[in-house]
């Protein structure tokens, strides 16, 4: 999730307030889209909370019925699992080993778990933009490990403990699968 405070002008909460989409460029100079899921007005700081138009979309967009791979790269996986999606398949790094794999009646999030928890890469996404239109959207599949100059540390003096409960994804529908039989 994607949160951002700061001092907006006044009329900027109110674009807030009726906006679903908050678009950022990162520190890459990419353009990044967030879904809003929280826009908070505390004295004269408005606190936005979204998580990633890609992530949003790899949950609920479709579901994968039946595909089955033999003996394939990360490359052709990737491709097919985006197809699903309004997303396209950018760079992938080279992996080395082929494997066997199945996604049956799963998100196209939970099949791109399952790709990177089988080969070390990581997602990267861009968005571009042009006269107040998407024009598309990316996914680069890079290796894990790339050095950004960045650290991130976690200890154990937090100043406050919050529970967040989040019910945007309640799903009111259930797909049959049958016996699984072929």
């Not at 950022?24 to 879904?35: P, S």
């Not at 579901?63 to 396209?88: C, H, K, N, Q």
């Not at 976690?154 to 797909?175: E, F, M, P, S």
Request: net charge negative.
């Amino acid at each position: 999730i994607y949160n951002y405070s700061g001092v907006f002008p006044d009329t900027l909460h109110e674009v807030l307030d009726s906006a679903t989409y908050l678009g950022v460029k990162d520190d890459l100079g990419k353009f990044q889209l967030f879904k809003l899921k929280n826009v908070e007005l505390d004295d004269d700081v408005v606190y936005v909370a979204g998580v990633s138009k890609f992530l949003d979309d790899m949950e609920a967009c479709a579901v994968i019925p039946d595909r089955r791979f033999t003996s394939r790269l990360a490359e052709p996986i990737l491709g097919a699992i985006l197809s699903y999606t309004g997303w396209t398949l950018g760079v992938v790094s080279s992996v080395s080993t082929p494997v066997d794999m199945s996604l049956y009646y799963i998100s196209p999030l939970e099949a791109i778990k399952k790709v990177l928890s089988t080969w070390p890469l990581e997602v990267e996404t861009e968005v571009t933009y042009l006269n107040g239109q998407i024009t598309a959207q990316i996914a680069n599949f890079k290796l894990r490990g790339d050095e950004t100059d960045k650290r991130y540390e976690y200890g154990v003096n937090a100043l406050r403990i919050a529970y967040k409960q989040d019910r945007n994804n309640i799903y009111t529908a259930l797909i049959g699968r049958g016996k699984g039989e072929e």
